[in-house]
């Protein structure tokens, strides 16, 4: 069946520090790919997505690029703020209709 | 209406009752998920909803769960006689295109069994 797998974290970083979270997937076929973002307190937010191999979606400085080859849809940053600390999921959608999410990583960043 | 709501926000509960947790998805959304966030296991699915039928129920942990929807629109998930390993937050999300290009989450419905 269809998986994410995700760094779990979780992970302390400094304010305006590059950051990488990695997610690999496995899927039959095409599937869409997404990072969930869950701020403190708050409900999942979509953060970004990519629909096919190569895309890159972006949003709010974070970027990601959909790779078949390698299956994987890692999440940069090039420069993190205190605001960006939260709890990222990565997660699929392949078929079934139903999203296959990651574990989660929590991020703290300290100014 | 504008986002999914889901009510309550919060539920204590005692051991042995039943629970009723609601969603309103999204105006227009056909498909309505509910996935169940515990402390340190992530999101796990639990019922799919397109239009007013389930075609996947595979993640419901027990007979002792069970969700409706009706007109297309509000969903409930009930759970009967809770224990305390039911305490989770409770997520709802809808979708217009069956999720393909993801979903819109409600702020969740945490429910402590005690």
């Known amino acids: 069946g269809n998986s994410v797998t995700q760094m779990e974290g979780p992970v302390t970083l400094s304010e305006e520090a590059f950051l990488t979270i990695n997610c690999t997937y496995t899927a039959t076929g095409y599937p869409s790919l997404f990072w969930y973002v869950q701020y403190p307190g708050e409900g999942l937010q979509l953060l970004l997505k990519?629909?096919?191999?190569?895309d890159k979606g972006s949003n709010k400085g974070f970027e990601a690029t959909y790779r078949k080859e390698t299956t994987s849809f890692h999440l940069e940053k090039g420069s993190v703020q205190v605001s960006d600390s939260a709890v990222y999921f990565c997660?699929?959608?392949?078929?079934?209709?139903?999203?296959?999410f990651g574990k989660g990583m929590k991020l703290t960043v300290n100014p | 209406g504008a986002g999914v709501s889901q009510s309550p926000s919060n539920k204590v509960t005692e051991k042995g009752k039943d629970v009723e947790l609601r969603c309103d998805p999204i105006?227009?959304?056909?498909?309505l998920y509910w996935y169940r966030q515990s402390l340190g296991q992530g999101l796990e699915f639990l019922i799919y909803?397109?239009?007013?039928?389930?075609?996947?129920k595979s993640g419901l942990p027990s007979d002792r769960f069970s969700a409706e929807r009706t007109g297309g629109s509000v969903s409930t998930l009930t759970i009967q006689r809770t224990q305390q390993e039911d305490s989770a937050v409770y997520l709802c999300?809808?979708?217009?295109?069956?999720?393909?290009?993801?979903?819109?989450f409600g702020s969740g419905t945490r429910l402590t069994v005690v």
């Open positions: 997660a699929l959608s392949g078929g079934s209709e139903k999203l296959v």
């Open positions: 909803f397109q239009g007013n039928s389930a075609p996947d």
């Open positions: 990519a629909t096919k191999a190569d």
């Open positions: 105006s227009g959304h056909t498909a």
């Open positions: 999300a809808s979708s217009s295109d069956r999720g393909r290009h993801g979903y819109t």
